[in-house]
């Protein structure tokens, strides 16, 4: 599973959606499946519809049976043609058979704020099946009109509980939370029927695997959002895909019954979770074989439609995707068993995702189940014919497994055109967060390094400017002192290869600041002294502020303690190198140009050869 994918499904379990304050999540899946989907409508319940179709038409009033194909819901509104010299307006719109409608809900379970005592706890009831076993020492979140609130569920400690209570569960009417503020503050922000969350977030672990609250049914809003981006980006749609984002599935699948009536597609599937048998305490002479990691469950039972059962399991066997099947004696738990039922029936199917810990805060799915459950709805929409019949027993059984599936249609322009700016606008946003990622990125190494620098210095007992304010050298001298005592003498080798930058005539940044050097006589120096300080400046006072530069450091002067000075007869001075390759390069320094600010470029005379 791709990392954007990774985001958006922790994004999507992370937001808060209690059933009946599903807004939040909502306006999630509009943002993704904008530039997808043709159209995406909100009914009053709160369920998101959004629409992809091949094609769609508008019929008219005076048109004696002529269509006009139109590529989006848009268009169709206010079409017009002439004929005859009169115009006619578009009145009924048509979309491509057959109309498949996946179906994934987007709340989850919560509480509800009862009752505010005098004291300021809450007192809660439960939004859909809340187990109150899991609930005594649970941090949730408290979702109040000026935001978020933590909480604290609170219950008496073992040590004050009676013996015969502490086998037993404390019932959620004596639950509290605790806000961890006073009475007025918790009364002020909070107000009866404000709903609560789990205050826990999405993580991976194991192998493979994930852990979070509302994966009921986040990753079915999940696995919805992308079939629909995986069926626009392929060129062998047929029909119209309605993805059906449901609300209030948790007490009694209340958006699914008012979705199917509107929508009334020709073939259904929910897709939601189901239960994982694959942990000790569970009986699977009861409850089946269900294990994480091991592929989609299809339900096979009264509530789903013989047809659509085997054209799952023909999807996924033609498509080499491992399942697992499970039986569902009666009614199910799911919005299946209101699609079924709507209208005059809509054959309807129901595929789930293993889940381990249901309705606990800590949810666990295999991502490779998840990513198995896309690529079978994909498969299994794609191989819907626009006249598919699901009359049990009448219509044409379904072979096993289909054969590869034939070239689609040439793909449409215009809708590769639209899908590709919306997947260009997507790129560019990402962009844009990593470049700014980045810029905040070398600040911070900036700041590091400035710190280092700092610390290095402090450390060195370096902290003071290379020259005081009047000029004066005081600190220069100090500080060449305590190199001279803890540096040892360099080879008479390095004498002559390292050229002794701290020197005037072979620095033009010193030359420049102490102006030019005395005419070059003859110095003597005793032979006991090997060095003489001079006046230099600190590495960090150069061009590649901080660096040291190869052959910088103290020099010691001519081994005999005599240099010879290069007089009007031009002879050859003995003792450090200069530090320039050319005469025209000397020239400039002697003309005050800085290396890093101006063109020269200083080329130590021991560099390689080309360099």
Request: net charge negative; charged share 25%; with cysteine.
């Amino acid at each position: 599973m791709k990392k954007r994918d990774i985001k958006f499904l922790k994004e999507l379990v992370e937001t808060p959606s209690p059933t009946g304050s599903e807004e939040k999540v909502a306006e999630l899946v509009r943002q993704r499946l904008t530039g997808i989907a043709d159209e995406i409508h909100t009914d009053t319940m709160g369920s998101v519809h959004a629409i992809l179709s091949s094609h769609i038409n508008v019929i008219h009033d005076e048109a004696d049976d002529e269509t006009v194909h139109v590529g989006s819901f848009e268009d169709a509104g206010e079409y017009e043609y002439v004929e005859e010299g009169a115009a006619a307006h578009g009145s009924v719109v048509e979309m491509a058979s057959p109309v498949f409608m996946l179906a994934a809900h987007m709340d989850e379970i919560g509480l509800m704020v009862r009752y505010i005592s005098d004291d300021g706890f809450l007192y809660v009831s439960a939004i859909g099946g809340v187990d109150a076993a899991i609930l005594p020492g649970m941090r949730v979140d408290v979702h109040a009109r000026e935001g978020v609130l933590r909480g604290i569920v609170g219950r008496k400690p073992i040590h004050l509980i009676d013996a015969d209570d502490r086998k037993s569960v404390t019932p959620l009417d004596n639950l509290v939370i605790d806000l961890g503020m006073p009475a007025y503050k918790v009364k002020q922000k909070v107000a009866v029927g404000d709903a609560i969350t789990f205050g826990v977030g999405f993580e991976r672990f194991g192998r493979d695997m994930a852990v979070s609250k509302s994966f009921d049914d986040k990753s079915g809003v999940f696995i919805a959002c992308e079939v629909m981006e995986r069926l626009a980006e392929t060129d062998q749609m047929q029909g119209t895909y309605i993805a059906a984002i449901t609300t209030q599935e948790e007490i009694g699948t209340r958006g699914a019954i008012t979705s199917a009536y509107s929508v009334n597609p020709d073939v259904a599937v929910a897709f939601d979770v189901t239960h994982a048998t694959d942990y000790p305490g569970i009986d699977r002479t009861k409850h089946g074989d269900i294990r994480c990691g091991k592929g989609p469950v299809i339900a096979k039972g009264p509530n789903i439609n013989p047809l659509v059962f085997e054209r799952l399991v023909a999807a996924a066997e033609a498509e080499g995707i491992p399942y697992q099947l499970e039986a569902e004696p009666g009614v199910t738990g799911t919005d299946a068993r209101a699609i079924q039922i709507s209208q005059s029936g809509i054959p309807t199917g129901l595929v789930s995702v293993p889940l381990r810990y249901m309705h606990t805060p800590n949810e666990t799915v295999s991502l490779s189940d998840i990513e198995a459950t896309i690529r079978l709805l994909v498969r299994f929409a794609l191989d819907l014919e626009f006249d598919a019949s699901f009359v049990p027993g009448i219509s044409p059984v379904v072979e096993h497994p289909h054969a590869p599936r034939k070239k689609g249609k040439p793909m449409d322009a215009e809708r590769e055109l639209k899908r590709m700016t919306a997947k260009i606008e997507r790129l560019s946003a990402r962009i844009a967060e990593l470049e700014d990622e980045n810029s905040q990125m070398s600040t911070v190494q900036r700041a590091q390094i400035e710190l280092f620098e700092k610390m290095r210095r402090e450390a060195d007992g370096d902290d003071l400017d290379p020259m005081d304010e009047d000029g004066s050298s005081d600190a220069i001298e100090a500080d060449a002192a305590e190199v001279i005592e803890a540096e040892p003498a360099p080879s008479a080798a390095a004498q002559q290869m390292r050229p002794d930058a701290r020197q005037p005539m072979n620095n033009p940044r010193l030359a420049q600041q102490h102006g030019p050097m005395p005419n070059q006589m003859a110095v003597q120096h005793a032979a006991d002294a090997p060095f003489e300080r001079q006046q230099f400046m600190r590495a960090g006072e150069f061009a590649n502020q901080g660096m040291p530069q190869q052959g910088w450091g103290m020099q010691p002067q001519g081994a005999q303690g005599q240099h010879i000075a290069q007089g009007a007869q031009g002879m050859q001075q003995a003792g450090p190198r200069p530090a320039f390759a050319n005469p025209t390069a000397a020239e400039e320094a002697a003309q005050g140009i800085i290396p890093g600010k101006d063109t020269l470029t200083i080329i130590p005379t021991d560099a390689p050869e080309g360099e």
